[in-house]
C-alpha cells in the first residue's frame, strides 16, 4: 500500500526536551516537506528537502533540524530552541516540481 | 520572498450557492497552482490545480482561473453541498532553474468554507 506515513500520531514533549517526527514514504518521490499548521495560519513551510543530501530552510526553520539521509525518509528534530512548538505537524512529498504533494496524517505535539 | 495571500479567512454560503476563494501570489516566476481541501482532523488533500499555461481549468463542480498578468488565481465551487465544508488552501510553487528554491510550495493562510443546508 502505497503512501506517505508520520509517527506518531500524537506526541508529548517536556520542555526543554528535543523530538524528533517521523515522515516516510514508499511513493518514490524526491522532493519531501515538513509544514506546521497552527489555527488560522495555514501551512507555513519548515523544511523541504529536492533530493537524497540536500535539504533547505523554509520560513520557519529556526529551532527546527532535518535529514534526508534516505531517499524514503525526511525526519525532523524539535529541538528545545524552539520556543512555542505546540502545533499539527504535516509532512509531504511530491514526484517533482509542478506536481501534486501528498500529505501525512499528520503529529500533534505537545509541550507539557 | 515568495507569498501567497488567500481571502477570505472564512466564507458561509446556503446549500446550492457558489463559493470563490481568491489568491494572489507575489514570484512571477511561479507556475503551479495547486488547491488543497482539509476536513476537520484529515489531512490536506489536492482537488484541483492549474498551470501557468492555462487560463482556467474545471473538474464538475469546481473550478479554478488564473490571471498570470494579476498574479491571482481563483476557486470556484458550484452548487454547494454540505460535504463542501472544509478549510480551502491554495498554494504556489516555481520550476526549476530559479534561485530560492525551484518546486518550493507556499500556501496561503486558509479559507474555512462552511455550507449551510
Known amino acids: 500500500d502505497g503512501g506517505i506515513t508520520q509517527s506518531p500520531k500524537y506526541l508529548f514533549r517536556k520542555e526543554g526536551q528535543n523530538v524528533t517526527l517521523s515522515c516516510e514514504q514508499n511513493?518514490?518521490?524526491?522532493?519531501m516537506y515538513w509544514y506546521r499548521q497552527d489555527p488560522g495560519q495555514g501551512l507555513r513551510l519548515i523544511y523541504y528537502s529536492q533530493i537524497v543530501n540536500d535539504f533547505q530552510k523554509g520560513d520557519i526553520a529556526e529551532g527546527y533540524s532535518v535529514s534526508r539521509e534516505k531517499k524514503e525518509s525526511f525526519p525532523l528534530t524539535v529541538t528545545s530552541a524552539q520556543k512555542n512548538p505546540t502545533a499539527f505537524y504535516l509532512c509531504?512529498?511530491?514526484?517533482?516540481?509542478?506536481?501534486?504533494?501528498?500529505f501525512g496524517q499528520g503529529t500533534r505535539l505537545t509541550v507539557v | 520572498g515568495e507569498n501567497v495571500e488567500q481571502h477570505p479567512s472564512t466564507l458561509s454560503v446556503q446549500e446550492g450557492d457558489s463559493a470563490v476563494i481568491k489568491c494572489t501570489y507575489s514570484?512571477?516566476?511561479?507556475?503551479?497552482f495547486p488547491w488543497y481541501k482539509q476536513e476537520l482532523g484529515k489531512r490536506p488533500q489536492l482537488i484541483i490545480d492549474?498551470?501557468?499555461?492555462?487560463g482556467e481549468k474545471k473538474d464538475q463542480r469546481i473550478a479554478v482561473t488564473l490571471n498570470k498578468t494579476a498574479k491571482h488565481f481563483s476557486l470556484h465551487i458550484t452548487e454547494t453541498q454540505p460535504e463542501d465544508s472544509a478549510v480551502y488552501f491554495c498554494a504556489a510553487s516555481k520550476p526549476r532553474g530559479f534561485s530560492g528554491g525551484y518546486n518550493k510550495l507556499i500556501f496561503g493562510a486558509g479559507t474555512r468554507l462552511a455550507v449551510h443546508p
Open positions: 509531504a512529498s511530491s514526484s517533482a516540481a509542478g506536481s501534486e504533494a501528498f
Open positions: 511513493l518514490n518521490h524526491d522532493a
Open positions: 514570484d512571477s516566476a511561479s507556475n503551479y
Open positions: 492549474i498551470r501557468s499555461n492555462v
